[in-house]
């Protein structure tokens, strides 16, 4: 049953639509692409919009803080994904408290503001960072991914304001960089202490509730072979100085990759009731210098996605790929060399989390049965739940255009998600 507290906010989101509308348009303005590996934020959009949304929640009465990261003091420990050699400078941090009144259960809101590229800009029909509106939807770079979903997060706890109501819990709202690359910008505000009962990050989940993700490794595998002229007739073996092709030797690696996926989609320990088994897939491949001359080296770059239970796939991959080329007389000799990349854990949090419990009762009130989904890639959300220990969540609009051309944000569902979100914040928080 909905309180006249509670049906009041819900008036004020349908009232205010408009300015909802407005304030993801002027989000999506800021263009604020996430630097590729190597570079650094240039312009001054990243920090336009954190100012922009500094002063929105210092006008809401929050306290607030706003720094940029230093990557190479962040605690790094495996599975953290930091990378102390990258540059966040120019790529704000801000962090926005609200004291409650004191006896409610605190929540932190967490957005990350950072966008993929725009890819092939020919494939859009709209411009990326206008917020063009047709047929009841947004379109814009980050219109789902997810400043749709800071723009809800924010509206949510304005309305809530706006109707008068003085929440119990403390509310602690972050807008961070890098959830598209390394998550640094959330693990930084862990590590600077920001702690909730629970979190709420609105990623895209199609008005589902998002409790599990799948971690992520990668790694390069370099395959050798000897040069010698490709025209020359039948080689002499290897072993008295024949030419050896990296290439032809490299797709018995590429073999032992499809083998080890097709193990794992049944293996018992690989199984999760909402996610995926682990994969091992080559992603890039190099290899050969000249037209005719035997190929001296193939480098594969990996992608191995994992279940949270995992941990690191990392072992297993190097063990399959060496017992593979054990096989091999010629790469016994001259084993491939496989090199880590990184890897990010994956994470969960129990079905029977009471956050869950309070989003799926707020859903209900308002005829939305979500369900408890998994996502194959990992969010913002592995830090808040592995680091902080926090029990997080994901509730926001579909996601099917995210990272692709022509991405947007239904209005309809982006009321209704912010309806989701302003319930849960009263009914975890509570109010008076
Ligand atoms: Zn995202």
């Given at each position: 049953?909905?309180?006249?507290?509670?049906?009041?906010?819900?008036?004020?989101?349908d009232?205010?639509?408009?300015?909802?509308?407005?304030?993801?348009?002027?989000?999506?303005?800021?263009?604020?692409?996430?630097?590729?590996?190597?570079?650094?934020?240039?312009g001054?959009?990243?920090?336009?919009?954190?100012?922009?949304?500094?002063?929105?929640?210092?006008?809401?009465?929050?306290?607030?803080?706003?720094?940029e990261?230093?990557?190479?003091?962040?605690?790094?420990?495996?599975?953290?994904?930091?990378?102390?050699?990258?540059?966040?400078?120019?790529?704000?941090?801000?962090?926005?408290?609200?004291?409650?009144?004191?006896?409610?259960?605190?929540?932190?809101?967490?957005?990350?503001?950072?966008?993929?590229?725009?890819g092939?800009?020919?494939?859009?029909?709209?411009?990326?960072?206008?917020?063009?509106?047709?047929?009841?939807?947004?379109?814009?770079?980050?219109?789902?991914?997810?400043?749709?979903?800071?723009?809800?997060?924010?509206?949510?706890?304005?309305?809530?304001?706006?109707?008068g109501?003085?929440?119990?819990?403390?509310?602690?709202?972050?807008?961070?960089?890098?959830?598209?690359?390394?998550?640094?910008?959330?693990?930084?505000?862990?590590?600077?202490?920001?702690k909730?009962?629970?979190?709420?990050?609105?990623?895209?989940?199609d008005?589902?509730?998002?409790?599990?993700?799948?971690?992520?490794?990668?790694?390069?595998?370099?395959?050798?072979?000897?040069?010698?002229?490709?025209?020359?007739?039948?080689?002499?073996?290897?072993?008295?100085?024949?030419?050896?092709?990296a290439?032809?030797?490299?797709?018995?690696?590429?073999?032992?990759?499809?083998?080890?996926?097709?193990?794992?989609?049944?293996?018992?320990?690989?199984?999760?009731?909402?996610?995926?088994?682990?994969?091992v897939?080559?992603?890039?491949?190099?290899?050969?210098?000249?037209?005719?001359?035997?190929?001296e080296?193939?480098e594969?770059?990996?992608?191995?996605?994992?279940?949270?239970?995992?941990?690191?796939p990392?072992?297993?991959?190097?063990?399959?790929?060496?017992?593979?080329?054990?096989t091999?007389?010629?790469?016994k000799?001259?084993?491939?060399?496989?090199?880590s990349?990184?890897?990010?854990?994956?994470?969960?949090?129990?079905?029977?989390?009471?956050?869950?419990?309070?989003?799926?009762?707020?859903?209900?009130?308002?005829?939305?049965?979500?369900?408890?989904?998994?996502m194959?890639s990992?969010?913002?959300?592995?830090?808040?739940?592995?680091?902080?220990?926090?029990?997080t969540?994901?509730?926001?609009?579909?996601?099917?255009?995210?990272?692709?051309?022509?991405?947007?944000?239904?209005?309809?569902?982006l009321?209704?998600?912010?309806?989701?979100?302003?319930?849960?914040?009263?009914?975890?928080?509570?109010?008076s």
């Amino acid at each position: 049953m909905l309180s006249e507290k509670e049906r009041k906010v819900l008036q004020l989101i349908d009232e205010n639509k408009e300015k909802l509308i407005e304030y993801l348009r002027k989000l999506i303005s800021f263009k604020t692409v996430t630097p590729a590996s190597g570079g650094k934020a240039e312009g001054d959009d990243y920090k336009k919009l954190q100012e922009f949304v500094y002063k929105t929640l210092e006008e809401m009465g929050f306290t607030l803080d706003m720094w940029e990261i230093d990557s190479s003091t962040l605690e790094n420990f495996p599975g953290s994904g930091v990378e102390p050699e990258r540059d966040l400078s120019n790529m704000p941090v801000v962090v926005g408290e609200l004291k409650g009144q004191g006896k409610g259960k605190s929540l932190i809101l967490n957005g990350h503001y950072d966008v993929v590229p725009v890819g092939v800009i020919e494939n859009w029909s709209h411009d990326p960072f206008k917020g063009e509106i047709e047929d009841n939807k947004i379109f814009g770079r980050g219109a789902c991914d997810m400043k749709g979903g800071i723009a809800t997060m924010i509206e949510a706890v304005k309305l809530i304001q706006k109707a008068g109501i003085k929440l119990d819990g403390d509310i602690t709202v972050q807008t961070v960089p890098e959830e598209e690359m390394s998550c640094m910008g959330t693990l930084a505000c862990c590590q600077k202490g920001y702690k909730a009962d629970a979190a709420i990050i609105p990623e895209p989940t199609d008005l589902d509730v998002l409790i599990a993700m799948r971690g992520n490794a990668g790694g390069k595998l370099t395959v050798f072979g000897r040069a010698g002229h490709a025209d020359e007739g039948v080689q002499p073996h290897w072993s008295v100085g024949g030419a050896v092709n990296a290439i032809s030797k490299s797709v018995k690696m590429i073999q032992a990759f499809e083998e080890l996926t097709e193990e794992w989609r049944t293996r018992p320990d690989k199984q999760h009731k909402l996610l995926n088994p682990d994969m091992v897939m080559p992603t890039v491949i190099r290899g050969g210098e000249w037209a005719v001359t035997y190929p001296e080296k193939v480098e594969i770059a990996f992608n191995a996605p994992f279940i949270p239970g995992t941990v690191n796939p990392g072992k297993e991959i190097e063990e399959k790929i060496m017992s593979v080329a054990a096989t091999d007389s010629w790469m016994k000799e001259h084993p491939p060399k496989i090199e880590s990349s990184g890897w990010m854990y994956g994470a969960e949090i129990d079905e029977n989390e009471p956050i869950i419990k309070a989003a799926i009762e707020a859903s209900r009130e308002l005829g939305i049965e979500p369900k408890l989904t998994g996502m194959d890639s990992l969010t913002d959300a592995i830090h808040l739940i592995n680091y902080s220990k926090i029990p997080t969540i994901s509730i926001g609009v579909d996601i099917s255009t995210a990272h692709k051309a022509d991405e947007f944000a239904d209005i309809g569902q982006l009321i209704k998600a912010t309806k989701m979100i302003a319930l849960t914040i009263l009914r975890w928080c509570g109010y008076s």
